[in-house]
């Protein structure tokens, strides 16, 4: 009786200070309406409303794409809702093995395997390789995900060195700093998801062939999006082959469901066989193997969408900036427009959806540092002219002046 109370005397108190900051977590519930992306149905108080959503990670529209539809409907007819075990009991199908090899060769490296999604893929995959060998150092980027991050805490033995984000000259010094003869792994991000930058994949490879590392690359807001077939930042640059791990998400640009990683066959082998987030879980239901394994073998030859991907984001980017609007500068498809203050940008977003019918996510702290609140856009190839046009309008008349007058 003492510990219920305590605790939920506690949860309120926290819930009442999240409250107080702006910072209390509220779902607007949004449902999409297939064949009309990027709009949805918001379902208000006040009854449902349709409205244009800025926030989608569906970054391509994937997750409406016929063939993957198709795909989906099929599988489901076919072979039932849910997969009815774990990889290992009566739960891996053709599917998931076409899927694994597929994405192998998105990457072209000789093994994948699938996760429930790209955060169990990070939080599994990197605590198996730091607790393969003894005392591994691994030295993460200081934006990681908090994906990466559990998996680097979940890892019994290792020790952890986080490096200034994108910061070359941090890393080898800490790299240089290390014990002789330890292990280490580099674990990185291509695009950096709240903020859209991008890391020097190849030049931080160089470092970690001259310090003798391997690297672990979280390609989550790239697969799909960059590289000639869709194989990330990693393909883009060419430097996919010097990558060891290869970790990617088929929710974001591919537009469905679960996570992954590729590299090695041997090593891949190896995760398989230890990671207890593959062996204790049940695998992806066979229609979302199967809706994935449309849109990869889709978007690997539809470099059109990504074109479009590029030129809507430039055309937003533009738009933003010849309105005076504080957008963080990036060379990605994110496109941070910056607030800084957690309630000032809860109110934003709520009177972007009310009285605009635009929805787009407020990102506050522990997401990104306290004084950084911002909200996240992203065009898509299905936003059009006329509804940039609408969102930059709408964010006009509801920022404050003072933020516009500071970028413009
Ligand atoms: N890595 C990064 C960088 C992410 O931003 C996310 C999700 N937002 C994930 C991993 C997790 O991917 P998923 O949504 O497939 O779990």
């Given at each position: 009786m003492q510990t219920r109370a305590a605790l939920l005397a506690h949860c309120r108190d926290r819930l009442g200070a999240m409250r107080r900051e702006g910072r209390y977590r509220e779902f607007a519930q949004l449902e999409k309406l297939a064949g009309r992306f990027p709009v949805y149905r918001w379902h208000s108080a006040a009854g449902p409303r349709e409205v244009t959503v800025w926030?989608?990670?569906?970054y391509l529209g994937m997750g409406n794409h016929p063939a993957v539809l198709e795909a989906a409907g099929r599988a489901v007819a076919e072979?039932?809702?849910?997969?009815?075990?774990?990889r290992n009991i009566s739960g891996t199908s053709p599917l998931h093995a076409a899927l694994e090899a597929e994405l192998a060769a998105l990457h072209g490296k000789s093994g994948a395997l699938l996760f429930g999604s790209g955060y169990i893929a990070n939080d599994a995959a990197i605590s198996a390789v730091l607790e393969a060998l003894p005392g591994f150092w691994v030295f993460s980027d200081a934006k990681n995900h908090a994906s990466m991050i559990a998996g680097m805490r979940h890892a019994k033995g290792a020790t952890r060195v986080i490096w200034q984000h994108n910061d070359l000259a941090d890393l080898e010094a800490k790299l240089a700093a290390a014990p002789a003869g330890v292990p280490k792994l580099i674990a990185f991000e291509?695009?950096?998801?709240?903020?859209?930058d991008i890391a020097p994949i190849g030049a931080i490879c160089d470092l970690a062939e001259r310090h003798g590392a391997i690297t672990y690359l979280d390609e989550v807001h790239a697969v799909g999006l960059y590289g000639a077939g869709g194989g990330g930042i990693s393909e883009r640059d060419g430097v996919a082959a010097r990558v060891d791990l290869i970790e990617g998400t088929l929710?974001?640009?591919?537009?469905v469901f679960g996570g992954y990683v590729a590299g090695e066959a041997e090593l891949v082998d190896f995760i398989r066989s230890t990671a207890g987030g593959l062996i204790f879980t049940t695998s992806l239901p066979p229609a979302v193997a199967a809706a994935a394994l449309a849109s990869v073998r889709a978007l690997r030859g539809d470099a059109a969408r990504r074109e479009a991907l590029a030129e809507r984001a430039a055309a937003l980017k533009a738009a933003l900036d010849a309105a005076g609007l504080p957008r963080i500068p990036g060379p990605s498809h994110i496109v941070p427009v910056m607030v800084g203050e957690a309630a000032l940008c809860r109110e934003v977003a709520r009177r972007l959806l009310e009285e605009h019918g635009l929805y787009a996510t407020p990102i506050n702290y522990p997401t990104v540092?306290?004084?950084?609140?911002r909200l996240r856009l992203c065009a898509t190839p299905f936003h059009t002219d006329a509804m940039i046009g609408e969102l930059v309008r709408a964010l006009r008349a509801v920022l404050p002046q003072r933020l516009s007058a500071a970028a413009a």
């Open positions: 926030s989608s990670n569906d072979h039932g809702a849910g997969a009815g075990g774990t291509s695009v950096y998801s709240m903020d859209g929710a974001k640009g591919f537009g540092p306290r004084g950084t609140e």
